[in-house]
Protein backbone atom coordinates (compact mmCIF):
# COMPACT_ATOMS: atom_id res chain seq x y z
CA UNK A 1 0.00 0.00 0.00
CA UNK A 2 0.70 3.63 -0.04
CA UNK A 3 0.34 6.40 2.23
CA UNK A 4 -1.01 9.37 0.41
CA UNK A 5 0.18 12.81 1.19
CA UNK A 6 -2.95 14.09 2.32
CA UNK A 7 -3.39 11.20 4.62
CA UNK A 8 -4.73 12.45 8.09
CA UNK A 9 -5.33 11.12 11.68
CA UNK A 10 -8.96 10.58 13.24
CA UNK A 11 -10.74 13.56 13.96
CA UNK A 12 -10.72 12.16 17.95
CA UNK A 13 -7.84 10.88 19.51
CA UNK A 14 -8.63 7.22 20.72
CA UNK A 15 -8.87 8.13 24.35
CA UNK A 16 -9.98 11.23 24.54
CA UNK A 17 -13.44 10.28 26.07
CA UNK A 18 -11.50 8.78 29.12
CA UNK A 19 -8.53 10.89 29.13
CA UNK A 20 -8.37 13.56 31.81
CA UNK A 21 -7.70 16.79 29.45
CA UNK A 22 -10.65 16.12 26.86
CA UNK A 23 -13.18 13.94 29.06
CA UNK A 24 -16.47 14.69 29.71
CA UNK A 25 -19.38 12.67 31.77
CA UNK A 26 -21.48 12.49 28.48
CA UNK A 27 -18.44 10.81 26.70
CA UNK A 28 -17.85 8.56 29.55
CA UNK A 29 -21.43 7.88 30.06
CA UNK A 30 -21.12 6.54 25.63
CA UNK A 31 -18.14 4.64 26.76
CA UNK A 32 -19.31 2.76 29.49
CA UNK A 33 -23.18 2.10 27.73
CA UNK A 34 -21.24 0.76 24.92
CA UNK A 35 -19.40 -1.86 27.26
CA UNK A 36 -22.86 -3.75 27.17
CA UNK A 37 -24.71 -2.15 24.23
CA UNK A 38 -21.88 -1.33 22.02
CA UNK A 39 -23.83 -2.83 18.84
CA UNK A 40 -25.96 1.31 19.22
CA UNK A 41 -23.35 3.59 17.63
CA UNK A 42 -21.47 0.58 16.15
CA UNK A 43 -24.88 -0.30 13.61
CA UNK A 44 -24.95 3.22 12.76
CA UNK A 45 -21.06 3.93 12.17
CA UNK A 46 -21.33 0.68 10.11
CA UNK A 47 -24.45 1.94 8.39
CA UNK A 48 -23.29 5.07 7.27
CA UNK A 49 -19.83 3.41 6.36
CA UNK A 50 -21.12 0.38 4.13
CA UNK A 51 -24.77 2.02 3.56
CA UNK A 52 -27.52 0.01 3.95
CA UNK A 53 -30.27 -0.33 7.03
CA UNK A 54 -28.79 0.37 10.18
CA UNK A 55 -30.94 -2.13 11.56
CA UNK A 56 -29.08 -4.84 9.45
CA UNK A 57 -25.91 -4.19 11.34
CA UNK A 58 -27.87 -3.96 14.81
CA UNK A 59 -28.96 -6.88 14.50
CA UNK A 60 -25.72 -8.58 13.09
CA UNK A 61 -23.52 -7.17 15.83
CA UNK A 62 -25.91 -7.59 18.36
CA UNK A 63 -25.91 -11.35 17.67
CA UNK A 64 -22.23 -11.59 17.60
CA UNK A 65 -21.56 -9.41 21.10
CA UNK A 66 -24.07 -11.05 23.02
CA UNK A 67 -23.73 -14.50 21.86
CA UNK A 68 -20.17 -14.72 23.48
CA UNK A 69 -21.00 -14.02 27.13
CA UNK A 70 -24.42 -16.66 26.75
CA UNK A 71 -21.76 -19.47 25.09
CA UNK A 72 -19.38 -19.03 28.19
CA UNK A 73 -22.22 -18.78 30.67
CA UNK A 74 -23.91 -22.13 29.12
CA UNK A 75 -20.37 -23.86 29.02
CA UNK A 76 -21.06 -25.14 32.50
CA UNK A 77 -23.94 -27.63 30.73
CA UNK A 78 -21.82 -28.15 27.69
CA UNK A 79 -18.38 -28.90 27.26
CA UNK A 80 -16.67 -26.84 24.45
CA UNK A 81 -19.85 -23.73 24.10
CA UNK A 82 -16.85 -21.73 25.61
CA UNK A 83 -15.02 -21.82 22.29
CA UNK A 84 -18.11 -21.07 20.45
CA UNK A 85 -18.32 -18.19 22.12
CA UNK A 86 -15.23 -16.59 21.93
CA UNK A 87 -15.39 -17.39 18.30
CA UNK A 88 -18.17 -15.19 18.29
CA UNK A 89 -16.01 -12.64 20.17
CA UNK A 90 -13.46 -12.50 17.29
CA UNK A 91 -16.29 -12.27 14.88
CA UNK A 92 -17.46 -9.11 16.08
CA UNK A 93 -14.16 -7.82 16.56
CA UNK A 94 -13.63 -8.68 12.61
CA UNK A 95 -17.01 -6.69 11.43
CA UNK A 96 -15.92 -3.84 13.63
CA UNK A 97 -12.36 -4.20 12.47
CA UNK A 98 -14.03 -3.55 8.53
CA UNK A 99 -15.74 -1.06 9.67
CA UNK A 100 -13.10 0.72 10.90
CA UNK A 101 -10.94 0.23 8.43
CA UNK A 102 -13.44 1.35 5.80
CA UNK A 103 -13.88 4.49 7.53
CA UNK A 104 -9.85 5.11 7.24
CA UNK A 105 -9.44 3.87 3.77
CA UNK A 106 -12.78 6.75 2.61
CA UNK A 107 -11.71 9.55 4.56
CA UNK A 108 -7.69 8.92 3.84
CA UNK A 109 -7.05 8.14 7.66
CA UNK A 110 -3.42 6.88 8.74
CA UNK A 111 -3.63 2.96 10.12
CA UNK A 112 -3.19 -0.75 9.44
CA UNK A 113 -6.32 -3.51 9.96
CA UNK A 114 -3.89 -5.09 12.56
CA UNK A 115 -4.10 -1.93 14.86
CA UNK A 116 -7.70 -2.02 13.81
CA UNK A 117 -8.43 -5.41 15.03
CA UNK A 118 -6.43 -5.31 17.93
CA UNK A 119 -7.87 -2.12 19.21
CA UNK A 120 -11.64 -3.72 18.29
CA UNK A 121 -11.14 -6.71 20.26
CA UNK A 122 -9.81 -5.01 23.66
CA UNK A 123 -11.08 -1.94 23.37
CA UNK A 124 -13.97 -1.69 21.40
CA UNK A 125 -16.42 0.78 23.65
CA UNK A 126 -13.66 3.67 22.60
CA UNK A 127 -13.25 2.49 19.10
CA UNK A 128 -17.03 2.87 18.54
CA UNK A 129 -17.29 5.93 20.24
CA UNK A 130 -14.46 6.77 17.72
CA UNK A 131 -15.67 5.62 14.72
CA UNK A 132 -18.86 7.25 14.99
CA UNK A 133 -17.51 10.36 16.07
CA UNK A 134 -15.08 10.57 12.64
CA UNK A 135 -18.35 9.80 10.46
CA UNK A 136 -20.09 12.58 12.28
CA UNK A 137 -17.12 14.99 11.95
CA UNK A 138 -16.51 14.30 8.15
CA UNK A 139 -20.52 14.75 7.47
CA UNK A 140 -20.21 17.95 7.61
CA UNK A 141 -16.80 18.33 5.31
CA UNK A 142 -18.53 16.69 2.93
CA UNK A 143 -15.05 14.61 2.37
CA UNK A 144 -16.25 11.46 1.97
CA UNK A 145 -14.31 9.58 -0.51
CA UNK A 146 -15.16 6.49 -1.89
CA UNK A 147 -11.59 5.52 -3.33
CA UNK A 148 -8.14 6.09 -2.30
CA UNK A 149 -6.30 8.91 -3.93
CA UNK A 150 -4.01 7.75 -6.62
CA UNK A 151 -0.02 8.24 -5.27
CA UNK A 152 1.90 9.02 -8.07
CA UNK A 153 0.93 9.67 -11.89
CA UNK A 154 2.23 6.52 -12.66
CA UNK A 155 -0.71 5.08 -11.16
CA UNK A 156 -2.69 7.37 -12.86
CA UNK A 157 -1.96 6.29 -15.70
CA UNK A 158 -1.60 1.81 -15.18
CA UNK A 159 -5.76 2.92 -14.28
Known amino acids: GHIAADSVEFTRAFFDPITERTWSLESLARVAIHVVVPWYEGSAAAAKAYGGPRVFHAVMQALCFYAWPVLLAAN ?3 AGLW ?3 WIFLVVYAAAL ?4 STIRSQY ?4 DMVTDFLVCITLYPLAIVQMYDEIEAQKDKKQF ?3 PAPAN ?3 VELS
Open 97 to 100: TGVR
Open 108 to 111: MILG
Open 76 to 78: TEE
Open 153 to 155: KAE
Open 83 to 85: VLG
Open 145 to 147: VTT
